[in-house]
Nanobody
Framework: VQLQASGGGLVQAGGSLSLSCAAS????????IGWFRQAPGKDREFVAG????????LYADSVKGRFTISRDNAKNTVFLQTNTLKPEDTADYYC????????????????????WGQGTLVTVSS
């Protein structure tokens, strides 16, 4: 499966961005999807994840209550709505996929995901 993330940009603190992860090559319905981010000089970190059916979600503590992950399997797309953005949210955001049945826990480690899209840059100014 190929993934393409989009929707990044420059926004002021407190603003919002809607990120999308479009899948192609195979239907995304059999894959759990994770969003990760990587700031300059830092390791890539888990942001949010969603099960293949969409029935389970998981968020990093740093974004809980501000970000929402969702998916539309009919459109082969996963979304990350980012609200109340902070300067520390500035990073390249990546979506990743792993073939995984619904009902299993959301994976949080980079090494656990097999497929990655290119990053989309989110810059939050203070």
């Amino acid at each position: 499966v190929q993934l393409q993330a989009s929707g990044g940009g420059l926004v002021q603190a407190g603003g919002s961005l809607s990120l999308s992860c479009a899948a192609s090559g195979r239907t995304v319905s059999g894959y759990a999807i994770g969003w990760f981010r990587q700031a300059p000089g830092k390791d890539r970190e888990f942001v949010a994840g969603i099960s293949s059916s969409g029935g389970m979600t998981l968020y990093a503590d740093s974004v809980k209550g501000r970000f929402t992950i969702s998916r539309d399997n009919a459109k082969n797309t996963v979304f990350l709505q980012t609200n109340t953005l902070k300067p520390e949210d500035t990073a390249d955001y990546y979506c990743a996929a792993v073939e995984r049945g619904s009902g299993y826990r959301i994976l949080e480690r980079v090494i656990e995901y097999n497929y990655w899209g290119q990053g989309t840059l989110v810059t939050v100014s203070s």
